[in-house]
């Protein structure tokens, strides 16, 4: 089901009042910038008429308490509606959890081998990794991007998938799905290719390249264009860096919780610090 435009504004409305009270109803939306106007998109027509009207009763916002009832889906349908309005955020954890299950967690060391960013074959203790060259030559382009879907552990796919819901959604709520779509390759490309140059032919996976390239572009573009989506909690930026910090430093392959891929974390990081600057500067500059 496609999404439908609810509201169009001008872009010198502030829609900031009427947005929380929509979060505190919670109803399924997201906010883009179209053609000069601000544009609220929910999943379907009967949300979006419930949602005029109560625009035109409390266009500034308005407490919880003295709100209509809350226009949104019948609960049984209200997770699922969400995830309707938020496809991309969606499909990547649908793709994480499958190849989790697939590859029981990294374990079929077969079928990670067509999902890491070296092709390699496993003889007795050793692996024995393919020249990359070699892989892209023969088609298998995928692998660019591939290793964001390979989890080692429960705890692993558990703690990414609670931080891209976190932060996917916000992005695909205010910037749109297929935006979302080329930020998430070009985070897992940049990532995947840092860690390569950097920690040469390894086994390696996992979202957090993308995260923290997530986390720079909500970081940056909200301290240059403020808006609701992209204002985290307190702390949060803080904590992430602080545990990037804690990783660089060695602590946690000393401990033998095992190796991070310091050179992912900071490759998706500069990423997307620098798209989150350019596409601040740009949303500042269209209102």
Do not use: K
Not at 97 to 119: E, M
Not at 225 to 251: D, E
């Amino acid at each position: 089901m496609s999404p439908v435009a609810a509201l169009r504004r001008p872009l010198g409305d502030d829609l900031a009042a009427f947005v929380t009270l929509l979060q505190r109803l919670g109803v399924p939306h997201r906010v883009s910038e179209e053609s000069g106007e601000q544009v609220l998109w929910v999943p379907d027509e009967t949300l979006a008429e419930q949602v005029r009207e109560l625009y035109a009763r409390y266009p500034g916002g308005a407490p919880y308490a003295e709100a209509p009832a809350a226009p949104r889906p019948a609960a049984t349908g209200q997770w699922l509606a969400r995830l309707r309005s938020l496809p991309v955020t969606s499909l990547i954890l649908l793709l994480t959890f499958a190849v989790a299950l697939a590859t029981w967690f990294g374990d079929n060391l077969r079928l990670v081998s067509w999902l890491t960013f070296s092709d390699f074959r496993i003889d007795g203790d050793y692996a024995w990794f393919l020249p990359l060259g070699d892989s892209l030559a023969a088609g298998q382009w995928w692998r660019l991007v591939s290793p964001m879907l390979v989890h080692f552990g429960v705890l692993h796919l558990a703690m990414n998938s609670l931080w891209l819901w976190e932060l996917g959604r916000r992005v695909e709520w205010r910037q749109g799905s297929l935006l979302l779509l080329a930020l998430v390759l070009l985070y897992s490309l940049v990532s995947n290719v840092a860690q390569f140059v950097f920690g040469g032919p390894a086994i390696f996976g996992g979202l957090s390249g993308v995260l923290y390239g997530l986390l720079g572009h909500c970081w940056l573009f909200q301290r240059l264009a403020p808006n609701p989506h992209y204002r985290l909690p307190p702390g949060v930026v803080g904590m992430m860096l602080v545990w990037l910090l804690v990783c660089l430093s060695g602590l946690i392959s000393a401990l033998g919780l095992g190796e991070i891929a310091n050179a992912a974390h900071v490759g998706g990081l500069l990423i997307g610090c620098a798209t989150g600057v350019l596409g601040g500067l740009l949303a500042r500059r269209r209102r």
